[in-house]
T-cell receptor, first 111, second 113 residues
């Protein structure tokens, strides 16, 4: 079992819709969770981090964490073509300094 | 504000040649530093991380090495490149405090022929 799993996609949504990206992780003791966006050929950029169960909102983005289910999600409201990118989920497993990344979900927002 | 630099941006090297990639961070002190590699269409693989000068932890045994000669400088090296070393090399920094957030540099795209 991979430590951090994401559906590779592509996830295709129409402009203005809500995009829902999901991630599961295997280490139940993980404490920190991150979402990065990576445009083709570019380096990942941090979108959000979440540490506590529940929702965290930042503009059009909402991160959701459910530690009991070992599940993290990212919602993007009012999706724009400029949101088309690969979204990487990252987790800090117990006792490790570095993050473990999923392989990413490719999002396509259709104009 | 903090800035992270990597160079070169792109590199094409023959098999068996040496490698040196450099990463520097500005605007922060005593950062945690990381080297990741991303193969085409794949996720990020952690190669090395460092919590201080001269302190290097290796995550994956391979023909690469890392050094941290100064507080905000991190170098990735190889004596002899393999074809499998091709990829996108990313340096990242994080605060040495309790937060785990990591910020990535622009990356170096390495092609080994």
């Amino acid at each position: 079992q991979k430590e951090v799993e994401q559906n590779s996609g592509p996830l295709s949504v129409p402009e203005g819709a809500i995009a829902s990206l999901n991630c599961t992780y295997s280490d139940r003791g993980s404490q920190s969770f991150f979402w990065y966006r990576q445009y083709s050929g570019k380096s990942p950029e941090l979108i959000m981090f979440i540490y506590s169960n529940g929702d965290k909102e930042d503009g059009r983005f909402t991160a959701q964490l459910n530690k009991a289910s070992q599940y993290v999600s990212l919602l993007i409201r009012d999706s724009q073509p400029s949101d088309s990118a690969t979204y990487l989920c990252a987790v800090r497993p117990t006792g490790r300094r570095a993050l473990t990344f999923g392989s990413g979900t490719r999002l396509q927002v259709q104009p | 504000s903090q800035t992270i630099h990597q160079w070169p941006a792109t590199l094409v090297q023959p098999v068996g040649s040496p490698l040196s990639l450099e990463c520097t961070v500005e605007g922060t002190s005593n950062p945690n530093l990381y080297w990741y590699r991303q193969a085409a269409g794949r996720g990020l693989q952690l190669l090395f991380y460092s919590v201080g000068i001269g302190q290097i932890s290796s995550e994956v045994p391979q023909n690469l090495s890392a050094s941290r000669p100064q507080d905000r400088q991190f170098i990735l090296s190889s004596k002899k490149l393999l074809l499998s070393d091709s990829g996108f090399y990313l340096c990242a920094w994080g605060s040495s405090g309790s937060t785990d957030t990591q910020y990535f540099g622009p990356g170096t795209r390495l092609t080994v022929l």
